[in-house]
């Protein structure tokens, strides 16, 4: 019968020694692995006492043995004298655990071999086969593990394997924004041109010209485009689909334009599902271009304030573009708060670190919409250099547009009055009194009340005066 007494006697001195072994995650030793019974018995007992945080040494074993009346069974005195002489010299217990799985794995191969020798015909039973299924995993288990940095090979750097260069997936006014492998973000306020900014991308992805709202993209192979609708009516949806397809000219969907409303599905479900989904879409349209997630909050079961969660969920859309060579846009809001552009809850904040650009939609007085970058890992597009667009009820969706540099008599009458109001009283104020003076009057946060600032200021309202104050221009 494989054993190996030297070895079970090693890893009980290794024990005595060093107890806190049996914490190890590393230590998978069980009773079974003792072929001889006292030193199985010895095992168990060690476990209990380091279990009970007792002592183990020569005095609690003995004590133990004795008053369980087992002294005499595991080999009396002359059994523990032996033990403890050996505990004198340091041992190698992984060396020992490895040799004593070794004979207890073969031990079960006789077992088995012995339960073949029985069996009369071709139905295995099941005992057979639970003890096959266990040798397997044992064996499986006492196999050597590779070092960490055996593991990690694949993902060390090295000079002489570059990686593919990246590919281009979409551009914003011919400057590259999206690649392949990353993930981005595009986020503004309620009403402020998400959908139409989502046309546009869906627009771009199809061949043609066309009003795509400054975006632009090439899908020449026909790979899956995946669009997510998490918050839309069916109406909405379906317009939107609509929109998309007429800015090309398109009286049709291709078929690899794969475009669902999803509000019906089970928030639990939509994460899991849109994996399956791309799965599928991979294998039959040979890759995926792109996936644009309009509503990404909404994949959420606890919420985009949930910290956890939205680590989970931009860790897991970041695999999933990195898995198949795709880029995914995910649109959010901006708190519908004073900070101005603060998108929302631990998502938003996860999703800002972790994109490759995070676009950003600003609607002006004029209800026209500027289109940016507002971080960027490689491409920078000021809002200067944005794309604007604006509602058109004669197209019915929103259109390009250029900038609009008249002020409105509406405007000009309200910038006045926000002056006369702030600096009442020939009132002179320092740059950073006026802003949150502004702030103030208007409830508004700092990046607003900026902005006012310098619309007061070029409309000639204020002045800067010899003291470099301002105050009402004259």
């Known amino acids: 019968m494989p054993q190996s007494p030297e070895y079970e006697l090693a890893l009980l001195c290794s024990l005595i020694l060093q107890p806190e072994i049996l914490d190890s995650p590393d230590f998978k030793v069980v009773e079974a692995d003792f072929h ?16 009970a945080e007792e002592p183990i ?8 043995l004795r008053d369980a009346r087992r002294l005499d069974q595991v080999g009396g005195v002359p059994f523990l004298n032996r033990l403890f002489e050996a505990t004198s010299s340091s041992a190698d217990w992984q060396r020992s655990a490895r040799i004593l799985r070794e004979k207890l794995i073969s031990r079960m191969r006789q077992s088995l071999g012995r339960l073949y020798a029985q069996v009369q015909d071709f139905d295995l039973p099941i005992e057979i086969l639970n003890l096959q299924k266990e040798i397997a995993e044992m064996e499986a288990d006492t196999r050597p593990r590779p070092s960490i940095m055996d593991q990690w090979s694949a993902l060390r750097f090295d000079p002489s394997k570059p990686p593919a260069a990246a590919r281009v997936v979409f551009t914003l006014n011919g400057k590259p924004w999206s690649t392949n492998g990353n993930l981005s973000g595009l ?9 139409g900014s989502m046309s546009g991308l869906l627009a771009a992805t199809l061949p043609g010209d066309g009003d795509t709202l400054g975006f632009d993209s090439q899908n020449d192979r026909g790979q899956a485009v995946i669009h997510l609708d998490t918050e839309q009516s069916d ?4 317009r939107l689909l609509v929109n998309s397809l007429r800015r090309k000219g398109y009286a049709t969907c291709p078929n690899w334009l794969l475009s669902f409303r999803i509000t019906s599905v089970p928030t639990a479900k939509r994460l899991v599902e849109l994996e399956a989904l791309m799965r599928e879409a991979s294998t039959k349209f040979k890759g995926i271009h792109s996936v644009l997630i309009d509503g990404v909050a909404d994949l959420m079961v606890r ?9 989970e969920l931009v860790q897991k859309l970041q695999q999933l573009a990195i898995e198949y060579d795709t880029h995914i846009v995910a649109v959010l809001h901006w708190n519908p708060s004073k900070d101005f552009q603060k998108t929302r809850g631990h998502l938003g904040s996860q999703l800002e670190r972790k994109a490759e650009t ?14 940016y970058c507002k971080t960027a ?8 250099e944005g794309q ?17 540099t008249t002020v409105s008599p509406d405007r000009v009458f309200l910038l006045k009055a926000l002056a006369d109001q702030v600096f009442e009283g020939s009132k002179c104020l320092r740059y950073l009194d006026a802003v949150s003076a502004i702030g103030l009057a208007k409830g508004i946060g700092k990046h607003q009340a900026t902005n006012l600032f310098t619309e007061i200021n070029k409309g000639g309202f204020i002045k800067k005066n010899p003291l470099n104050k301002w105050e009402l221009a004259a």
């Open 303 to 311: 919420g985009p304030n949930d910290e956890q969660e939205s680590i």
């Open 388 to 404: 604007r667009f604006r509602w058109s009820d004669e197209d019915g969706m929103h259109m390009s547009c250029d900038a609009d």
């Open 187 to 195: 986020a503004g306020h309620i009403k402020s041109g998400k959908s």
């Open 377 to 384: 890992r490689s491409t920078h597009i000021p809002k200067s």
């Open 57 to 64: 040494d020569a005095n609690s074993i003995t004590r133990a």
């Open 358 to 371: 995070n676009l950003a939609l600003e609607m002006d007085d004029n209800n026209v919409t500027t289109i």
């Open 235 to 238: 109406n909405d949806h379906h």
């Open 36 to 51: 001889i019974p006292a030193h199985a018995e010895v095992f168990e007992l060690l476990k209990t006492l380091w279990a």
